[in-house]
C-alpha cells in the first residue's frame, strides 16, 4: 500500500488559490501558507491573504495522484520532496507561526553581490548590486550612474531580486 507523499507544486504566475480549488476538487491535500497584507486605499485599510511563497502550493497525495495535478493547466512544474520529514516538520514551523498573531513575510535571500532593484520609496525603480549587507535590514547598493558608483543605506525589505 501506498503512502501519502508531500510534492511541491511550482504554479504558474497568480495561480496558487486556482491549484487549491483544483485539488479541492480531485480531493488531494493541498496547502497554501497565506500571510495577511494590509493596504490604505484612499482612506480605506484593506486586508488581503497572500502566498507566503508566491508561486508555490504544496500537495500531499498518493503517487498514483499525480497524474491528475499534472494535467491541471494551474501548474508550471511539480517537483519530489526528498526529504519527506524534513519537509513536513518545515511545513509544520511555518503552518505554526502563521497562527500567531506575529507579522510574518516572506524574507528574500538578499546577499552581496545580488543584483537587485529597489521597490519602494523615492529610489522606486532604480536598479543596482548589493555590495555590502549590514545585519538583517540594512543593504549597501553600488548604482551605476554615468559609469560612477554611489552607495545608498536601504532596507532589505524595500529590495527584489531581478
Known amino acids: 500500500m501506498s503512502q501519502l507523499l508531500w510534492y511541491v507544486a511550482h504554479?504558474?504566475?497568480?495561480?496558487?488559490?486556482?491549484?487549491?480549488q483544483f485539488c479541492e476538487r480531485e480531493k488531494i491535500a493541498a496547502t497554501l501558507p497565506c500571510?495577511?497584507?494590509?493596504?490604505?486605499?484612499?482612506?480605506?485599510t484593506v486586508t488581503f491573504?497572500?502566498?507566503?511563497?508566491?508561486?508555490y502550493v504544496f500537495l500531499?497525495?498518493?503517487?498514483?495522484?499525480?497524474?491528475a495535478v499534472l494535467q491541471s493547466d494551474h501548474l508550471a512544474n511539480l517537483l519530489e520532496v526528498t526529504?519527506?520529514?524534513l519537509f513536513a516538520r518545515q511545513l509544520?514551523?511555518?503552518?505554526?507561526?502563521?497562527?500567531?498573531?506575529?507579522e510574518i513575510r516572506l524574507a528574500p535571500t538578499i546577499s552581496e553581490g545580488l543584483r537587485v532593484k529597489i521597490k519602494n520609496g523615492p529610489l522606486r525603480g532604480i536598479e543596482g548590486w548589493v555590495e555590502k549587507r549590514s545585519g538583517l535590514t540594512t543593504v549597501?547598493?553600488?548604482l551605476d550612474f554615468i559609469s560612477q558608483a554611489a552607495a545608498v543605506k536601504i532596507d532589505?525589505?524595500?529590495?527584489?531580486?531581478?
Open 49 to 55: 491573504k497572500k502566498p507566503l511563497f508566491p508561486g
Open 156 to 162: 532589505a525589505s524595500d529590495l527584489e531580486l531581478i
Open 35 to 44: 500571510h495577511r497584507s494590509v493596504h490604505k486605499y484612499r482612506g480605506k
Open 11 to 20: 504554479t504558474r504566475p497568480r495561480c496558487e488559490k486556482k491549484l487549491l
Open 60 to 67: 500531499q497525495m498518493m503517487p498514483a495522484q499525480r497524474g
Open 140 to 142: 549597501f547598493l553600488r
Open 83 to 85: 526529504d519527506q520529514n
Open 92 to 102: 509544520g514551523e511555518v503552518l505554526l507561526a502563521l497562527e500567531t498573531d506575529l
